[in-house]
């Protein structure tokens, strides 16, 4: 195997994206719109919001994307009882010498799975803020930064509201994406069954390594920023986030952030796909991930029980698509 070089231009990026999809395909079965959506998020240096119901792999696609990539991997279960300081760490006296030590909490890692994030309250999960917007965290008035590859994937379980905090819209917003993993298609499914049945215990990701480092990782984003964006699609771009905020159904629609969102997962999503240049459908594609988190349905249409995506889609569809 051709080994992916330190400085990454466009091919080896893409070459990295090919090894990471390969890894996940074999931890994985199913699920292909999703793997796709989660590495955009990775190469666009996002993070990523995993909602689905139990038993579709949410952890194990996480777990799996971890074992990929040559970096420290820390896992936090978010319980009503978790405290900030089980998050960010916290200064610990050292009897012996009378003074303090930092003692690190979980978020100093390169991939972070905060699993069930929605079950802790919002004072705990605003302790990820900093450490998602700025790659830093604050202790007793003392900065520390983060690695330049922290990544964050996130899981919460749509089904079992009892016992849920809902994330309030400022963490919600830290997030690139937010990705719905639905149960898999009956071939997957079977096939799922039949590696089982063969002996082969999926979840214990054997024989998954390491295809790239953090450093080749964080090159790799460096160089989706010179994917080339010609100017029409920027005004694409802005009327697609710009029609979520004239649509009845919507309340509250996506701002200007939302926008760069799509633009940088899009780039991302153009080098998956072996270009160097974006297109139309790269930020289609991505248009719900990128805004489902970031506008809120009118009152009128949430007692009506409109689903927020299928009002997205038609917006979508709305819009004069640049030829």
């Excluded at 974006?278 to 349905?297: F, G, I, N, Q, S």
């Amino acid at each position: 195997m051709t080994a992916i070089p330190a400085s990454v231009d466009l091919p080896a990026a893409a070459e990295l994206a090919r090894r990471l999809r390969e890894g996940l395909d074999r931890a994985v079965l199913g699920q292909g719109a999703v793997k796709e959506a989660l590495l955009a998020a990775l190469l666009a240096g996002g993070h990523v919001l995993l909602e689905g119901p139990p038993g579709t792999a949410k952890t194990l696609l996480a777990l799996a994307l971890s074992r990929l990539i040559g970096g420290s991997f820390r896992r936090i279960q978010f319980t009503p009882d978790l405290m900030p300081v089980d998050v960010v760490g916290t200064n610990v006296l050292d009897p012996r010498s009378a003074t303090f030590s930092f003692m690190p909490g979980p978020v100093f890692a390169d991939v972070l799975l905060a699993d069930e994030i929605n079950r802790t309250p919002p004072r705990t999960q605003a302790a990820l803020l900093e450490a998602m917007q700025e790659r830093a965290v604050t202790v007793d008035g003392v900065r520390r930064s983060l690695g330049e590859g922290f990544f964050v994937v996130a899981t919460q379980n749509p089904v079992e509201h009892e016992g849920t905090y809902p994330l309030p819209e400022a963490q919600k917003d830290r997030f690139l994406l937010k990705l719905a993993m639905a149960f898999p298609e009956r071939a997957d499914e079977v096939a799922l069954y039949a590696a089982y049945a063969a002996g082969r215990e999926l979840h214990r990701l054997e024989g998954l390594e390491p295809v790239c480092s953090v450093e080749q990782l964080v090159a790799a984003r460096r160089a989706v920023a010179s994917v080339r964006v010609e100017e029409r699609l920027l005004g694409y771009l802005r009327d697609v986030v710009a029609a979520t905020r004239d649509d009845r159904a919507i309340q509250l629609g996506a701002g200007p952030r939302a926008g760069l969102a799509l633009l940088t997962a899009g780039r991302a999503l153009a080098v998956l796909r072996g270009r160097d240049f974006l297109l139309p459908d790269d930020l289609k594609e991505l248009a719900a991930p990128a805004l489902v988190h970031r506008v809120t349905l009118a009152p009128e249409a949430e007692m009506e029980g409109i689903d927020l995506a299928a009002v997205l889609t038609r917006i979508f569809a709305g819009v004069e698509v640049p030829r």
